[in-house]
């Protein structure tokens, strides 16, 4: 069954930096558009970032005007795992941050397969 397997999240002070991990079990994920998003208690999910499938756009990005310069989305086909590098983290980038395969191409918000999530915390 495909599936999608997020990890990496944590505490982290002000100014630090994290890895984000979205690794696909059951399905080739260079195959889709993959979409990083996250979600904060009372808030409306957040479109963070996308990475286009190698096929469809050679592997082109897009990043939301708010992480733009601070976070880094990539993928190692040979792991079949995307990953998203946060740096210069702020209090307001904490949330649940999960990715999902998209149904057409970046930046989308109609969602296929679901990661679980993996949670963020900014704070001292």
């Known amino acids: 069954q495909a599936q999608l397997v997020n990890s990496g999240g944590g505490l982290v002070q002000p100014g630090g930096s994290l890895r984000l991990s979205c690794a696909a079990s059951?399905?080739?994920?260079?195959?889709?558009?993959i979409g990083w998003f996250r979600q904060a208690p009372g808030k409306e999910r957040e479109g963070v970032s996308c990475?286009?499938?190698?096929?469809?756009?050679?592997?082109?990005?897009y990043y939301a005007d708010y992480v733009k310069g601070r976070f880094t989305i990539s993928r190692d086909n040979a792991k079949n795992t995307v990953y998203l590098q946060m740096n210069s983290l702020k209090p307001e980038d904490t949330a649940l941050y999960y990715c999902?395969?998209?149904?057409?191409?970046?930046?989308?918000?109609?969602?296929?397969?679901w990661g679980q999530g993996t949670l963020v915390t900014v704070s001292l």
């Open positions: 059951g399905f080739i994920l260079d195959y889709h558009a």
């Open positions: 990475i286009s499938s190698s096929d469809d756009s050679d592997g082109s990005t």
């Open positions: 999902a395969t998209l149904v057409s191409s970046c930046p989308g918000e109609d969602l296929d397969v």
